[in-house]
């Protein structure tokens, strides 16, 4: 079969000329742990499927006795294949780029497919391949070049040049940032910070803001921050491009239609949220916005006080999560966004009312992110959808920032 030329590059590309500085930065790991680095890394010309020409250097980085013969203790000449930036490297690339490398001279003595995924096959077969006197490496490449755009983006989220008309409030950059963190951060920053469970089977944040602060600001955010990170690190279950989000009447509902990508009044768009190269890969996400009555349930013994001449019994658990999720129902990793969440009371999750609960569990579902939004003084965390009621919980939600970890946000 030919090789799809569509992976292949015309010519050098800026995306390239980023991946190749951060090689040469940062070195690549070879097996057993040796670490090689590069005192060269350039575009390569002539060729199609490798993309880069580079010159190893000797460092006593790694294992000591890995680092007395290859890369690691010689200057030894190196080519690069890279990978597409929003698919992986596929077993044909492997293929094509093995055959224009036979044909170089000198012969490089190291060739390093470098991409952000690899595809199964391609993976066993660079794994495998015996070919003497050269060696083939897959080096993955750091998570963060691809979503550099992003993070150029959150920064400009606080740059007033960008911002000269539409500037965000401190505490709705505080929020976002916060959650961000709370999630991302290695353990190693966190330590000391232990924010308790509320006992029920997913973790929970909840973020308070104040009346007319911009809490649908902060949901889009999220949103965005989410959906875009699951497409572009689609094995990654901390993010969700799946996002239900929980109104607390009619009213808010139809303000909420802000968090659809496709609605003309967007809130990505309008507050710039999102750079416009990352458009069309948030539309990869599916929003979802319900009002909290349709999270009602009636059991069996509702059901048989209930006058009416439909005698029906109560839902199975299957055709609840059906009815209240749609198309979202077999989905494995869902962000919940609860706004005003103060309203929501924490349901046992051991009990017989709590379906929702029972039903995710046998699903083996996860929940990426519960993220709850309130705007005074309570938050309870319901059980993974909340039963509401016209008063806040008794629980206070303290001044600082609160998270029981990955699985729900309240704003």
């Given at each position: 079969?030919?090789?799809?030329?569509?992976?292949?590059?015309?010519?050098?590309?800026?995306?390239?000329?980023?991946?190749?500085?951060?090689?040469?930065?940062?070195?690549?790991?070879?097996?057993?742990?040796?670490m090689?680095?590069f005192?060269?890394?350039?575009?390569?010309?002539?060729?199609?499927?490798?993309?880069?020409?580079?010159?190893?250097?000797?460092?006593?980085?790694g294992?000591?006795?890995?680092?007395d013969?290859?890369?690691?203790?010689?200057?030894?000449?190196?080519?690069?294949?890279?990978?597409?930036?929003?698919?992986p490297?596929?077993?044909?690339?492997?293929?094509?780029?093995?055959?224009?490398?036979?044909?170089?001279?000198?012969?490089?003595?190291?060739?390093?497919?470098?991409?952000?995924q690899?595809?199964p096959?391609?993976?066993?077969?660079?794994?495998?391949?015996?070919w003497?006197?050269?060696?083939?490496?897959?080096?993955?490449?750091?998570?963060d070049?691809l979503?550099?755009?992003?993070k150029?983006?959150?920064?400009?989220?606080?740059?007033?040049?960008?911002?000269?008309?539409?500037?965000?409030?401190?505490?709705?950059?505080?929020?976002?940032?916060?959650?961000i963190?709370l999630?991302?951060s290695?353990?190693?920053?966190?330590v000391?910070?232990?924010?308790?469970?509320?006992?029920?089977?997913?973790?929970?944040?909840?973020?308070?803001?104040?009346?007319?602060?911009?809490?649908?600001i902060?949901?889009?955010?999220?949103?965005?921050?989410?959906?875009?990170?699951k497409?572009?690190?689609?094995?990654?279950?901390?993010?969700?491009?799946?996002?239900?989000?929980?109104?607390?009447?009619?009213?808010?509902?139809?303000r909420?239609?802000?968090?659809?990508?496709?609605?003309?009044?967007?809130y990505?768009?309008?507050?710039?949220?999102?750079?416009?190269?990352?458009?069309?890969?948030?539309?990869?996400?599916?929003?979802?916005?319900?009002?909290?009555?349709?999270?009602?349930?009636?059991?069996?013994?509702?059901?048989k006080?209930?006058?009416?001449v439909?005698?029906?019994?109560?839902?199975?658990?299957?055709?609840?999560?059906?009815?209240?999720?749609?198309?979202?129902?077999?989905?494995?990793?869902?962000?919940?966004?609860?706004?005003?969440?103060?309203h929501?009371?924490?349901?046992?999750?051991?009990?017989?009312?709590?379906?929702?609960d029972?039903?995710?569990?046998?699903?083996?579902?996860?929940?990426?992110?519960?993220?709850g939004?309130?705007?005074?003084?309570?938050?309870?965390?319901?059980s993974?959808?909340?039963?509401?009621?016209?008063?806040?919980?008794?629980?206070?939600?303290?001044?600082?920032?609160?998270?029981a970890?990955?699985?729900?946000?309240?704003?």
């Amino acid at each position: 079969m030919p090789a799809d030329e569509s992976v292949a590059r015309s010519g050098a590309t800026v995306r390239q000329d980023e991946w190749r500085a951060e090689l040469l930065r940062a070195g690549i790991r070879g097996k057993g742990g040796q670490m090689i680095h590069f005192s060269r890394v350039e575009p390569l010309s002539g060729t199609r499927w490798l993309h880069a020409d580079a010159e190893t250097k000797p460092n006593d980085k790694g294992p000591s006795k890995l680092n007395d013969s290859g890369a690691a203790s010689e200057a030894q000449r190196a080519v690069i294949s890279f990978g597409q930036e929003h698919a992986p490297l596929e077993q044909r690339q492997v293929e094509s780029a093995l055959e224009e490398a036979r044909k170089l001279v000198p012969k490089p003595k190291l060739i390093v497919f470098a991409a952000f995924q690899f595809d199964p096959e391609a993976a066993k077969d660079i794994d495998e391949l015996n070919w003497p006197g050269v060696t083939v490496l897959k080096a993955q490449m750091n998570a963060d070049l691809l979503t550099e755009d992003l993070k150029k983006k959150r920064t400009s989220w606080r740059d007033p040049e960008q911002r000269e008309s539409k500037r965000f409030f401190f505490c709705q950059l505080e929020a976002i940032e916060t959650l961000i963190w709370l999630t991302e951060s290695p353990a190693s920053e966190r330590v000391g910070i232990s924010i308790p469970s509320d006992g029920g089977a997913f973790p929970r944040v909840c973020s308070k803001l104040a009346t007319g602060t911009g809490k649908t600001i902060v949901m889009a955010m999220v949103v965005a921050w989410q959906v875009l990170n699951k497409v572009t690190y689609p094995q990654d279950d901390g993010y969700a491009k799946h996002v239900f989000v929980v109104a607390p009447g009619l009213t808010v509902k139809n303000r909420l239609q802000v968090l659809y990508p496709s609605d003309s009044a967007n809130y990505y768009d309008e507050f710039n949220i999102v750079p416009a190269g990352l458009r069309d890969q948030l539309r990869h996400g599916k929003v979802l916005v319900r009002n909290w009555h349709v999270l009602n349930w009636e059991t069996d013994e509702k059901v048989k006080k209930r006058r009416s001449v439909d005698k029906r019994g109560a839902k199975s658990d299957e055709a609840y999560v059906r009815e209240v999720l749609g198309e979202m129902a077999s989905v494995r990793n869902i962000v919940v966004i609860n706004d005003e969440a103060h309203h929501a009371w924490r349901v046992n999750p051991e009990s017989k009312k709590a379906k929702i609960d029972r039903q995710l569990k046998k699903q083996r579902s996860g929940l990426a992110d519960w993220i709850g939004f309130t705007r005074r003084g309570a938050f309870s965390a319901a059980s993974i959808f909340p039963r509401r009621r016209s008063r806040p919980a008794a629980r206070r939600v303290p001044k600082k920032p609160c998270s029981a970890g990955l699985s729900a946000i309240s704003v």
